[in-house]
């Protein structure tokens, strides 16, 4: 089969190519965007890509295409879609060819989550890798462990990172509806996405859409202490139920007291019995209550599918973590800078906590680029104070942004500066910045390179 894979170079879509190519497809792609390291990395498995959306595609490297197969990016107007749509051409969505072509027949075990869905997809998957079960899988992001954000193998299981974002323009469905999954994750659910949804509540309902996917014999796995989840299960729950929590959690008057429980120290328990205590790689900690949280998911999870979960806690003994989570980039003059993959106010608040519980009373020095299409809109502004408290100074690029940042940080006062240009922003960091100090950036994108270059101005500061 010939894949034209529209939108090629997003991690979902450039980890289905290299699927695809594995099960000895031929793909072909094209994006807006064609730059390393999706390009190099497509590259290197033969897929041939195209700049941009020209309708010409069709008639060179698309020729002959069995399925357009066409990411969540691509809108009506877009010529190279407009083309295929007049010509009756074959085209679905990305979920879609995966279920139809990969995921039938298997063990999928689904991540689905606000915040957390590529830690836990990471740690399941290694998991089920260390008891011999070689899942295939799909990430979102690369694990240290695996070096790929996405692997075919002949293992009936296979790991997904379930995503409520929609699946295209022709379906507005969340991408995890179509996955099918025998094991599903629900790790957590508030606000986000409010590009396509209107509040809360329509989130809920794509989750019990997922919810109505999992078979009788099949398990969920949920956040004990997500009220927003136990709404969703009120709508309906058809298959088998573990609950888990933090131990401090307190469960609500009438809601089932989660079965298993981690504590502040790692210990996993199960109605008090101990199962065992988390520990990490010294260099590869993960840091904080919602990292704890994630393992005991993955955990619950991969017992689902035959492994003990003393054998999982093992596994997690040698989890590298995932590139872009609180990942060390450089030490320049004593002063060390991370590269975060948060951009939610949740996500920003938890991080900087899992750092400050580390570090104790060093400094932490927030960098934050506002650049996801909920940030854009400004729907999140009035939670950001909030979320960066625990850091002594905040620094925030507000290049392109609709709403006044300044004045959403203004809670912080002196300890919160806002900067248009990526080199002011650089330059400001730079003169704050002493000895001994954690520079946290924290962003979706590639944040213009910041980090190397403020590496670069560090070991020259004089």
């Known amino acids: 089969m010939h894949l034209h894979i529209l939108g090629i170079c997003g991690t979902f879509m450039g980890g289905l190519a290299a699927i695809a190519a594995a099960a000895g497809h031929r793909v072909t792609g094209c994006d807006a965007n064609v730059y390393p390291p999706m390009s190099t990395q497509l590259a290197s498995l033969g897929i041939a890509l195209t700049e941009g959306y020209d309708a010409s595609q069709l008639r060179g490297v698309a020729n002959g295409a069995d399925v357009f197969v066409v990411g969540n990016v691509i809108t009506r107007?877009?010529?190279?879609?407009?083309?295929?749509?007049?010509?009756?051409?074959?085209?679905?969505s990305g979920p879609q060819w995966l279920y139809e072509n990969v995921l039938t027949g298997r063990w999928v075990l689904a991540v689905a989550g606000t915040h957390g869905k590529t830690t836990t997809a990471s740690m399941l998957a290694w998991i089920l890798e260390s008891a011999g079960l070689r899942p295939g899988f799909l990430i979102g992001g690369v694990p240290a462990n695996f070096g790929v954000s996405a692997r075919l193998s002949d293992s009936g299981f296979f790991v997904i990172e379930a995503?409520?974002?929609?699946?295209?323009?022709?379906?507005?469905?969340?991408?995890f509806v179509h996955y099918r999954p025998r094991t599903a994750i629900l790790n957590n659910l508030e606000y986000d996405h409010a590009d396509i949804f209107p509040d809360v509540a329509a989130i809920e309902t794509q989750f019990h859409h997922l919810v109505r996917t999992v078979p009788p014999s099949g398990r969920l796995?949920?956040?004990g202490e997500e009220a927003s989840l136990a709404r969703v299960l009120a709508r309906?729950?058809?298959s088998e139920l573990e609950?888990?929590?933090?131990?401090e959690f307190t469960a609500r008057d009438g809601a089932p007291a989660p079965a298993w429980r981690v504590a502040e120290d790692g210990v996993v328990t199960r109605h008090g019995a101990v199962h065992g205590r988390l520990r990490w790689p010294q260099d590869r900690r993960q840091l904080g209550r919602h990292n704890r949280l994630n393992a005991l998911a993955a955990l619950v999870a991969a017992r689902h599918a035959g492994v003990a979960i003393e054998t999982g806690i093992t596994a997690l003994a040698g989890f590298r973590g995932i590139k872009r989570r609180l990942e060390v980039v450089g030490i320049a003059r004593g002063i060390t800078v991370y590269d975060d993959f948060a951009h939610h106010p949740t996500a920003i608040a938890t991080t900087i906590d899992g750092l400050r519980r580390e570090i104790g009373g060093s400094r932490i020095i927030a960098v934050l680029e506002p650049r996801t299409n909920t940030m854009k809109v400004g729907a999140m502004k009035d939670a950001l104070p909030g979320s960066l408290a625990q850091a002594d100074l905040t620094f925030c690029h507000a290049a392109n942004l609709g709403w006044d940042v300044a004045g959403a940080l203004a809670p912080l006062g002196a300890k919160a500066a806002v900067h248009d240009n990526l080199d002011a922003l650089i330059g400001a960091i730079v003169a704050a910045a002493r000895s001994g100090d954690h520079v946290l950036v924290m962003s979706n994108g590639s944040f213009g390179g910041i980090h190397g270059k403020l590496l670069s101005r560090l070991a020259a500061k004089q």
Do not use: M, Q
Request: aromatic fraction near 16%.
């Open 243 to 247: 609950r888990f929590a933090s131990a």
């Open 236 to 238: 309906g729950c058809w």
């Open 77 to 92: 107007g877009n010529p190279l879609i407009e083309a295929i749509l007049d010509a009756g051409l074959a085209y679905a």
């Open 163 to 175: 995503d409520e974002y929609d699946t295209a323009f022709f379906d507005k469905r969340s991408k």
């Open 221 to 223: 796995v949920v956040n």
